[in-house]
């Protein structure tokens, strides 16, 4: 098992990019699909990007796709969102997340969790 680490977030502008880190511990983290998701005060956990084991398959939520890209090192055990022309609606806490099977993953079934960094985005 894996443990995770998020940062990177803060309060930027409508516009603005922002990159966002998750690094891991445990020497298992290359087995480990990863996963980005986002929670809103009130409102339901929702998966935002997401990578394989190998970083050869990624899954972008419609409304991010184009603006929202993941990658991963394994070497360094790291996972990275990096967002462009931020929207008022990404403000969230942003969570990193995994799991060795991807149908789990994606299902926010996850076996282990960061405990997350906030995103405010302002107009």
């Known amino acids: 098992q894996v443990q995770l680490v998020e940062s990177g977030g803060r309060s930027v502008q409508a516009g603005d990019s922002l990159r966002l880190s998750c690094v891991g511990s445990?020497?298992?983290?290359?087995?480990?699909?990863i996963g980005w998701f986002r929670q809103v005060p009130g409102k339901e956990r929702e998966l935002v990007a997401a990578?394989?084991?190998?970083?050869?398959?990624?899954y972008y939520k419609p409304l991010v796709t184009g603006r929202f890209f993941v990658s991963r090192d394994n070497l360094e055990k790291m996972v990275y969102l990096q967002m462009n022309s931020l929207k008022l609606e990404d403000t969230a806490v942003y969570y990193c997340?995994?799991?060795?099977?991807?149908?789990?993953?994606?299902?926010?079934?996850?076996?282990?969790w960061g405990l997350g960094t906030r995103v405010s985005v302002s107009s």
């Open positions: 997340a995994a799991d060795l099977n991807w149908g789990r993953m994606v299902a926010g079934l996850n076996e282990v």
């Open positions: 445990g020497n298992t983290f290359s087995d480990y699909n």
């Open positions: 990578i394989d084991w190998n970083g050869f398959n990624t």
